[in-house]
């Protein structure tokens, strides 16, 4: 009697840290096909917005990025095939996407500083003729400097270059590089009447900054 009453224990027990595994098992699994699922929806985030940059931005995504993707989205296609999900899997393909991830930033950041620098320098230098609008513009382009997969970044960068270049345009600076000189040294406190030739002036004139524009004498020690 007592030894039944055991063995029937014994088996209760079993049936409890049966139960006990099965549930811990189903919810470390559904825990990593989250993390899969995350994984997915980043990698589907990196491709669309690399192909946004490199239609929209001009950038040449690297061979190695694009041999790395392929690779990666191949083995997610099999872990999706294979049914049931392992963790192990998991973790090597986020720590891939992960090292994809920091050579598409260090590309990026040379093709942004090429793509930006000359516009940003001119839009720097007539800035304070055209603050408000200038000012909207740098943001929209200084916001995608470091790489992320937030395509509203790029968008926004495309926007802000093609906003610069018609502001640029109307204001007839664009061909116009001694006009760019006189502004350059405007803001460096060091324009003299000799930038003052008549493309500067009939430019002046015709964005009306006569009276916006101040020249004055430097400290001067010494006579000619």
Known sequence: MLYDKLVQKIKDMKDVCQRKTLKENQEEQKATDQRF??????????????????????????????????????????????????????????????NIQAIVQKEWKEHYKALTDAKVSILNIIEKIHTENVSKYLEKIRQAESWTTNLNKYRNLKTGLLEADELIRNMGIDQAPGIIHFLQNMNMGKATVADLDDEVLAWIRKESLEKRIRLSFSNFNGRR
């Open 37 to 98: 699922k995350s994984l997915i929806e980043q990698e589907h985030c990196l491709i669309e917005t690399l192909s946004y940059a490199k239609e929209n931005l001009q950038f040449q995504v690297s061979d190695s990025v694009i041999d790395a993707l392929t690779a990666l989205h191949e083995k997610l296609i099999q872990l999706v095939g294979a049914g049931r999900v392992q963790k192990d899997a998991v973790v090597a393909a986020e720590a891939g996407l992960k």
